[in-house]
């Protein structure tokens, strides 16, 4: 359903929380998704924690945190 789809927006599980801190794989979902031939938006839809938000992008390597 590539085709179909707009966006994926990610989470970590349990918790809704950043990429990283719970259990899913997000190198192997993502490429997942590459492979099948997905190529469009993969918004960020967790909850930051206590820290303020711009400081929870700390994972993401700076040149993919930008829109293209």
């Known amino acids: 359903h590539t085709a179909k789809t707009a966006h994926v927006q ?3 599980n349990p918790g809704r929380g950043a990429p990283g801190t719970g259990e899913l794989d997000f190198d192997g979902l993502l490429d997942r998704l590459k492979k099948a031939g997905y190529d469009g938006w993969i918004g960020l839809e967790y909850k930051p ?3 303020p938000s711009a400081s929870s992008f700390a994972w993401l390597p700076a040149p993919l945190r ?3």
Do not use: F, H, P, Q
Request: charged content about 35%; aromatic content about 0%; cysteine-free.
């Open 49 to 51: 924690g206590d820290a």
């Open 10 to 12: 990610i989470a970590d």
């Open 66 to 68: 930008a829109a293209k």
